[in-house]
């Protein structure tokens, strides 16, 4: 009988090839690496889902906002422009431009609290005492024009109470230049939500 060596009889056959456990092991391969990437898609679905509800709110909040910062700042206009006589010359009467601007004031308070009370009611109670399609323009046409309003009257009492400053500066000068800096501030809120009001109306559908 013949004698086969102990380490001949150990080692495998050359032709025998071990077998590849790399998918069973947990290596990464094509299917995995698709199933990764359907998942980060659809966490970037919920995201944009989620910014456009965020989106959506605020800008169905800041009519309100907007309006009700543009009713404050004309009040505060109004009511400086209307207590600023200390006798003489320092009487706003006197001055057809102040006039003018307290009128203006008068006006955008009036306007924005109006605003600003039905986008309350709306938002409380869900539903818009004006039809939504007429209220974007109303919203989109009325804020351009009472902002231009506003404007004519800055353009008007600006140039008067610099030349007054410009010469003396009192307690008459320093409430009219406080007047027409709250009179700007409701231009810039009536001025924002006019191009908030022109966004909603360009997105609105008539399906």
């Not at 009179?183 to 559908?205: N, P």
Request: proline letters at 5%.
């Amino acid at each position: 009988m013949a004698m086969v060596p102990a380490d001949a009889a150990a080692k495998p056959p050359p032709d025998v090839e071990k077998p590849d456990y790399s998918s069973q092991n947990g290596a990464p391969n094509s299917a995995a690496a698709g199933g990764g990437g359907r998942g980060g898609g659809g966490g970037g679905v919920v995201d944009s889902v989620v910014a456009r509800w965020r989106r959506e709110d605020m800008l169905d909040k800041s009519p309100l906002a907007l309006h009700a910062a543009a009713a404050a700042f004309a009040f505060v206009a109004l009511v400086l422009v209307a207590s600023n006589q200390h006798g003489d010359w320092m009487e706003f009467d006197r001055y057809q431009e102040y006039r003018y601007l307290l009128a203006i004031a008068a006006l955008a308070f009036a306007y924005s609290l109006a605003q600003a009370l039905r986008h309350a009611f709306r938002m409380r109670r869900g539903v818009d005492p004006v039809p939504a399609a007429s209220g974007r323009l109303l919203d989109f046409a009325s804020d351009q024009v009472v902002a231009y309003l506003l404007m004519s009257a800055l353009s008007a009492a600006t140039p008067i109470t610099n030349r007054m400053r410009s010469a003396v500066i009192n307690r008459f000068t320093d409430t009219t230049a406080a007047a027409i800096s709250m009179v700007f501030l409701a231009f810039v809120a009536l001025a924002l939500s006019a191009i908030v009001s022109g966004y909603k109306l360009s997105k609105q559908t008539y399906m």
